[in-house]
């Protein structure tokens, strides 16, 4: 078993300044048994031969419980699974978010939870309502499609009873749309989801990502180009989320600086932070 040993790291830009946080611990890097079709971490890893869907590397919890005492106080916010799934299989069977989870109580230090995967629910003794926030990604709502492009998560069904366990539980917790990919996702099944929150997070497609969905969904649109991606023009993507409906709180991600300004001004609940965090 590999050590993961950059678990902890600041992050800038887009991700870091649009919400109340610039933190990322990853427990486990370098692979992630989802292995999703869409994953960018994925397809920023696969080709230099440092992506293992079958051996994750394990951040070491000793060194992660003296970071966060050394650079983390009270009130600061972290976000738990930036690049990999904090409760991806793995999890199960060495409980590396479970003791991250518990040193962050200690410290009084809030957490975002970013997963794919039903095993948060099974958290539930030790998240902390006053510190915790949950977002579970719901690419699909059909078990068929998410076996083939998320091969290794949870199925849908199961995302979405955690995601209303913990709502009903007095967790901050939000469905994330992430990537919306519309032919893979019943927004009568969406919004039916008992939870007031919604994130959605358009799909970016590179060349990696263009060929791992090939034949799964219509890539035509993504014509947009950024940052080394192709991107929905704003347009398609208005009109996307205009067929979104059931949440009284939605709120876009977006990497486009040039669409950004749409949802900061006209959609997100929070326009300070895209996240919506409950603080």
Same mark, same amino acid.
């Given at each position: 078993?590999? =050590?993961?040993?950059?678990?902890?790291?600041?992050?800038?830009?887009?991700?870091? #300044?649009?919400? *109340?946080?610039?933190?990322?611990?990853?427990?486990?890097?370098?692979?992630?048994?989802?292995?999703?079709?869409?994953?960018?971490?994925?397809?920023?890893?696969?080709?230099?031969?440092?992506? @293992?869907?079958?051996?994750? &590397?394990?951040?070491?919890?000793?060194? $992660?419980? =003296?970071?966060?005492?050394?650079?983390?106080?009270? #009130?600061? /916010?972290?976000?738990?699974? #930036?690049?990999?799934?904090?409760?991806?299989?793995?999890?199960?069977?060495?409980?590396?978010?479970?003791?991250?989870?518990?040193?962050?109580?200690?410290? #009084?230090? *809030?957490?975002?939870?970013?997963?794919?995967?039903?095993?948060?629910? !099974?958290?539930?003794? $030790?998240? +902390?309502? @006053?510190?915790?926030?949950?977002?579970?990604?719901?690419?699909?709502?059909?078990? &068929?499609?998410?076996?083939?492009?998320?091969?290794? &998560?949870?199925?849908?069904? &199961?995302?979405?009873?955690?995601?209303?366990?913990? /709502?009903?539980?007095?967790?901050?917790?939000?469905?994330?749309?992430?990537?919306?990919?519309? =032919?893979?996702?019943?927004?009568?099944?969406?919004?039916?989801?008992?939870?007031?929150? $919604?994130?959605?997070?358009?799909?970016?497609?590179? /060349?990696? $990502?263009?060929?791992?969905?090939?034949? !799964?969904?219509?890539?035509?649109?993504?014509?947009?180009?950024?940052?080394?991606?192709?991107?929905?023009?704003?347009?398609?993507?208005? +009109?996307?989320?205009?067929?979104? *409906?059931?949440?009284? =709180?939605?709120?876009?991600? !977006?990497?486009?600086?040039? *669409?950004?300004?749409?949802?900061?001004?006209?959609? @997100?609940? @929070?326009?300070?932070?895209?996240?919506?965090?409950?603080?």
């Amino acid at each position: 078993m590999n =050590e993961f040993k950059s678990f902890f790291k600041e992050v800038g830009g887009n991700e870091g #300044g649009r919400r *109340h946080y610039a933190t990322r611990l990853d427990t486990y890097g370098c692979g992630c048994e989802h292995n999703c079709a869409y994953c960018y971490a994925r397809s920023l890893l696969d080709f230099r031969g440092l992506w @293992n869907p079958q051996e994750p &590397a394990v951040a070491d919890i000793g060194k $992660i419980r =003296e970071t966060i005492a050394k650079q983390l106080r009270a #009130g600061d /916010t972290v976000r738990l699974g #930036g690049m990999t799934d904090c409760f991806q299989p793995i999890e199960k069977r060495l409980g590396v978010t479970r003791e991250t989870i518990k040193a962050l109580n200690a410290r #009084g230090v *809030h957490y975002l939870i970013v997963t794919k995967s039903a095993l948060v629910e !099974e958290a539930l003794d $030790i998240l +902390d309502p @006053n510190l915790c926030h949950v977002q579970v990604s719901i690419t699909s709502t059909d078990s &068929a499609i998410s076996k083939r492009i998320e091969p290794g &998560a949870s199925l849908p069904s &199961a995302r979405i009873h955690a995601v209303e366990r913990l /709502t009903r539980e007095g967790i901050d917790c939000s469905v994330r749309l992430s990537p919306f990919i519309p =032919e893979f996702v019943d927004l009568d099944i969406l919004a039916s989801i008992k939870c007031d929150k $919604i994130l959605i997070e358009f799909l970016r497609v590179n /060349t990696f $990502i263009e060929r791992w969905l090939d034949g !799964e969904a219509d890539l035509s649109l993504y014509t947009y180009q950024h940052a080394g991606y192709k991107h929905l023009p704003l347009w398609a993507k208005r +009109d996307l989320l205009e067929r979104i *409906h059931g949440f009284s =709180e939605v709120s876009v991600c !977006e990497d486009v600086p040039s *669409h950004w300004g749409w949802w900061h001004t006209c959609v @997100n609940a @929070n326009p300070d932070d895209c996240c919506n965090l409950r603080k």
